[in-house]
């Protein structure tokens, strides 16, 4: 009956808002050239905390914590993969670029992991990005080619929304690191032209 009661005088409080933040695909220019490649963008991995929209935040090596009332619009692995998503489309470069669904089908299927989405309290007040990007031949059977990122912004001051911009341009930074990294690979190894019958 207590327990009852306490439960119900919680639940009459006023609860606390939450506050959603999201980031901006970095600009790109448009690309005077296209390469012959349809690239298929897969669905991210990340470690379970990174796939929870709750924003985290490092204390230690290895102490993490979660903000309750300060969230991300997406879970970081998503929100990556369509930042990625909508940077390889704008650049104009590739014949297509497609989110993995069931029937889409590519010269090369580009996949992605969320190693690190936080902030960092210790030493100083950062943003960390770590990213780990590889490209999957589907002919050959075998990733043909990987990059990573992993990058400390400084924040500007103690608030969450401040962490939220300063992931944002590191995020952008890596994203503009990583697809540059991508269209000198794919320039430097063009694939082989259909063999006519």
Same mark, same amino acid.
């Given at each position: 009956?207590? #327990? #009852?009661?306490?439960?119900?005088?919680?639940?009459?409080?006023?609860? @606390?808002?939450?506050?959603?933040?999201?980031? %901006? #695909?970095?600009?790109?220019?448009?690309?005077?050239?296209?390469?012959?490649?349809? =690239?298929?963008?897969? +669905?991210?991995?990340?470690?379970?905390?990174?796939? %929870?929209?709750?924003?985290?935040? @490092?204390?230690?090596?290895?102490?993490?914590?979660?903000?309750?009332?300060?969230?991300?619009?997406? #879970?970081?692995? !998503?929100?990556?993969?369509?930042?990625?998503?909508? /940077?390889?489309?704008?650049?104009?470069?590739?014949? /297509?670029?497609?989110?993995?669904?069931?029937?889409?089908?590519?010269?090369?299927?580009?996949?992605?992991?969320? !190693?690190?989405?936080? !902030?960092?309290? +210790?030493?100083? =007040?950062?943003?960390?990005?770590?990213?780990?990007?590889?490209?999957?031949?589907?002919?050959?059977? !075998?990733?043909?080619?990987?990059?990573?990122?992993?990058?400390?912004?400084?924040?500007?001051?103690?608030?969450? /929304?401040?962490?939220?911009?300063?992931?944002?341009? +590191?995020?952008?930074?890596?994203?503009?690191?990583?697809?540059?990294?991508?269209?000198?690979?794919?320039?430097?190894?063009?694939?082989?032209?259909?063999?006519?019958?």
């Amino acid at each position: 009956m207590t #327990a #009852a009661v306490a439960m119900t005088l919680a639940a009459c409080g006023s609860e @606390r808002p939450i506050f959603y933040y999201t980031l %901006d #695909a970095p600009a790109v220019t448009p690309a005077p050239q296209k390469l012959d490649v349809v =690239l298929v963008v897969a +669905n991210f991995q990340a470690q379970l905390v990174y796939r %929870d929209t709750r924003i985290v935040y @490092r204390l230690g090596p290895n102490e993490v914590g979660l903000y309750q009332q300060h969230r991300w619009a997406e #879970a970081p692995a !998503e929100l990556v993969r369509e930042m990625v998503l909508q /940077s390889l489309r704008k650049s104009g470069r590739y014949m /297509s670029v497609q989110a993995m669904s069931t029937n889409a089908r590519g010269d090369y299927i580009l996949r992605g992991r969320v !190693e690190r989405f936080e !902030e960092v309290d +210790n030493p100083s =007040l950062t943003s960390r990005v770590s990213l780990h990007f590889s490209l999957w031949d589907p002919k050959k059977r !075998e990733t043909v080619w990987s990059q990573d990122y992993q990058n400390d912004v400084p924040v500007s001051e103690k608030e969450v /929304s401040a962490v939220a911009a300063s992931m944002n341009q +590191n995020l952008q930074q890596g994203i503009q690191q990583v697809t540059a990294a991508l269209d000198q690979y794919l320039t430097a190894n063009p694939k082989p032209p259909a063999s006519g019958n």
